[in-house]
């Protein structure tokens, strides 16, 4: 079961989407306003209604949108406002007004699964390194890693290319680009400053003598002592 908030704006009582009525979901409905969004209930689906505002509904969900809104987001529409809804809405899915409890249901499970492989692609785990690429964030064993950008864009490549060797040269143009005027120098720095910040775990980018770095690859039981707590 999942749990789905309205917001619309029309008054009076009864769900802006019927269909929702007669499937087994969680629904809160709230007004459609900004103000009302701080303190609104989590939901796995949000759905806006546009019947009767498409120019409120539309600034709605560019707020939504540029919010960090995690949850897929669904409009609500009557036929005659499917020809104002555009991609810059930001919008996930529309559903018309009419549509039936099975074709509702359905968008929401579809939603749902959506969102939960778009959360699952965002991280990317090797040898103890979580790194979500959302966030631009990384933790070795849970433990945070204050990065910086470009540290964390050296630490990135090498976790999505784990056990691949890569010349100084390589890294400088993957990572840096071929714009960029800096010499090889720079990889060892960021090298040597991203182990700095590994600590205990530095032995996780190793050294391919002449050749140049790699992300060392470790099993659960192998991978190095995890740092104290």
Not at 149 to 175: C, G, I, M, N
């Amino acid at each position: 079961m999942a749990q789905l908030l309205v917001l619309s704006s029309a008054r009076g009582d009864g769900v802006a989407l019927p269909a929702l009525e007669l499937l087994g979901h969680g629904v809160r409905q709230i007004p459609a306003e900004p103000a009302q969004l701080v303190n609104a209930p989590s939901a796995d689906v949000i759905f806006v209604d546009a019947r009767a505002d498409l120019a409120g509904a539309k600034s709605l969900c560019k707020i939504l949108t540029t919010t960090g809104l995690e949850a897929p987001l669904i409009l609500i529409v009557t036929e005659g406002g499917l020809t104002a809804v555009s991609p810059d809405w930001g919008v996930d899915d529309v559903v018309l007004v009419t549509a039936g409890p099975a074709e509702v249901d359905a968008r929401v499970r579809l939603a749902v699964g959506r969102g939960e492989k778009d959360q699952v692609s965002t991280r990317i785990q090797a040898s103890g390194i979580t790194i979500d690429e959302s966030s631009y964030s990384a933790k070795v064993h849970g433990h945070p890693l204050d990065l910086t950008y470009k540290e964390f864009q050296l630490l990135h490549f090498f976790a999505t290319h784990p056990a691949r060797v890569f010349t100084r040269e390589q890294l400088l143009s993957e990572v840096w680009g071929y714009d960029y005027f800096g010499g090889t120098r720079t990889v060892d720095v960021h090298v040597r400053r991203l182990r700095a910040k590994l600590g205990d775990l530095e032995q996780l980018i190793g050294t391919v003598r002449n050749v140049g770095y790699r992300l060392n690859v470790y099993e659960d039981d192998q991978s190095p002592a995890r740092p104290n707590a």
